[in-house]
T-cell receptor
């Protein structure tokens, strides 16, 4: 089992460019999440999908969109990147039941110039 | 709004010493998780605490949960350098929704 995989691992964008971060899990989990991690801020939730076919905003959704393509895949799109979106992005998945232990992908380090 | 506060945020300790990291949260919950993050790496699940009084131990780390006090502790016994990392607690108030993370405790164990 690969667990949670993310692509790309690193990306540099110019302001105004767009890109999509890909995430996939092979644990048959119902719920998937996108977080961003900034120094001193902990992890902040961007969007989540409690189950296939549903998505909801988290704490910091502005400037992002998501797609739950199927049960395995959950993508995050930046339509017009801004320097404030420079961060490390983590995708996570969980069974989404009583025990909500989340399993994290390796992260994408994004720099917006 | 749920607040999750960890302290200390930074901790430098000598090998062989004991110490405790605290995680306080502001809303009723009986589900709390501890994660470890090495520099430049992802988060790794350490402990899952699912009820009041739950205690879990793995090697030199022991985690406990007091839901009445809204407090979890991560106790380090006889620290070794390999424990140097950032430790996060995360509280679950609505299963299926996201976890609410503390800001993390950056631990450095020195000889």
């Amino acid at each position: 089992n690969a667990g949670v995989t993310q692509t790309p691992k690193f990306q540099v964008l110019k302001t105004g460019q767009s890109m999509t971060l890909q995430c996939a899990q092979d644990m048959n989990h119902n719920s998937m999440y996108w977080y961003r991690q900034d120094p001193g801020m902990g992890l902040r939730l961007i969007y989540y999908s409690a189950s296939e076919g549903t998505t909801d905003k988290g704490e910091v959704p502005n400037g992002y969109n998501v797609s739950r393509l199927n049960k395995r895949e959950f993508s995050l799109r930046l339509e017009s990147a801004a320097p404030s979106q420079t961060s490390v992005y983590f995708c996570a998945s969980s069974p989404g039941q009583v025990v909500n232990e989340q399993f994290f992908g390796p992260g994408t380090r994004l720099t917006v110039l | 709004e749920l607040k999750v506060e960890q302290n200390p945020l930074f901790l430098s300790m000598q090998e062989g010493k004991n110490y405790t990291i605290y995680c306080n949260y502001s809303t009723t919950s009986d589900r709390l998780y501890w994660y470890r993050q090495d520099p430049g790496k992802s988060l790794e699940s350490l402990f899952v605490l699912l009820s009041n009084g739950a205690v879990k131990q793995e090697g030199r780390l022991m985690a406990s949960l007091d839901t009445k006090a809204r407090l979890s502790t991560l106790h380090i016994t006889a620290a070794v350098h390999d424990l140097s990392a950032t430790y996060f607690c995360a509280v679950d108030i609505n299963s299926g929704y996201a976890l609410n993370f503390g800001k993390g405790t950056s631990l450095l164990v020195t000889p």
